[in-house]
């Protein structure tokens, strides 16, 4: 069975500083992966997303990047955190199986003070 | 623009009484329409997936319909772990299976 993973769990991080928010998947091969943020009081805001090694969209222009270094790795960086990146960040994998359903991760929950 | 309305916000129901959320949605040519679960602190849970108008689905207390315009989750004789803050999101006819969601309802379900 397929299994997603985020690390770390929780993070607060300090104005200025880099993130790196992993995601890994297990299970299955060259899934179609995203980027979800979640902040309080709005809807799943899709970041960015990647059908392959390499290969990666981003839909809101932002601070953040991502990159697809594994077929089952998708890494969220940020060079300089600002206090708006703040929230709850969630990966998730496609399954093409029943119709095309997104999985998602635990999350990462992001402090930036 | 694509959008999705979830309503209400919040809803407090009595152990077992049934009760319905509404998603509405403006999507041409939608693809699909998901429902996801929702735990404090956690990620969302897959629910349901809705493809054409008039179709319905079921799991345990949950009930999923879809016309043209909106969904409804319909909860029967809801139970206190029922209780989560439950996500719509539909699926556009473009761009690599992206999803657009609802801010969601938190429902609460008092013993």
């Known amino acids: 069975s397929q299994t997603i993973h985020q690390w770390p769990a929780t993070l607060v991080q300090p104005v200025g500083s880099p993130l790196s928010l992993e995601c890994t998947v297990e299970?299955?091969?060259?899934?179609?992966l995203y980027w979800y943020r979640q902040a309080a009081g709005r809807g799943l805001q899709l970041l960015f997303y990647?059908?392959?090694?390499g290969q990666i969209s981003s839909e809101v222009p932002q601070n953040l990047s991502a990159s697809r270094p594994q077929d089952r790795q998708f890494i969220l960086s940020s060079k300089k955190l600002l206090l708006s990146d703040s929230g709850f960040y969630l990966c998730?994998?496609?399954?093409w199986g029943e119709g095309e359903t997104q999985y998602f991760g635990p999350g990462t929950r992001l402090l930036v003070l | 623009e694509d959008q999705v309305t979830q309503s209400p916000e919040a809803l407090r129901l009595q152990e077992g009484e049934s009760s319905s959320l509404n998603c509405s949605y403006t999507?041409?040519?939608?693809?699909?329409l998901f429902w996801y679960r929702q735990d404090p602190g956690k990620g969302p849970e897959f629910l349901f997936t809705?493809?054409?108008a008039g179709e319905e689905k079921e799991k345990e207390r949950l009930k999923a319909t879809l016309t043209k315009k909106e969904s409804f989750l319909h909860i029967t004789a809801p139970k206190p772990e029922d209780s989560a803050t439950y996500l719509c999101?539909?699926?556009?006819?473009?761009?690599?299976?992206?999803?657009?969601f609802g801010t969601g309802t938190r429902l609460t379900v008092i013993p």
């Open positions: 998730a994998w496609l399954s």
């Open positions: 299970g299955t091969s060259n899934p179609n």
């Open positions: 990647s059908v392959g090694i």
């Open positions: 999507v041409s040519g939608l693809r699909g």
């Open positions: 809705l493809y054409s």
């Open positions: 999101a539909v699926q556009p006819p473009r761009g690599a299976n992206n999803l657009f």
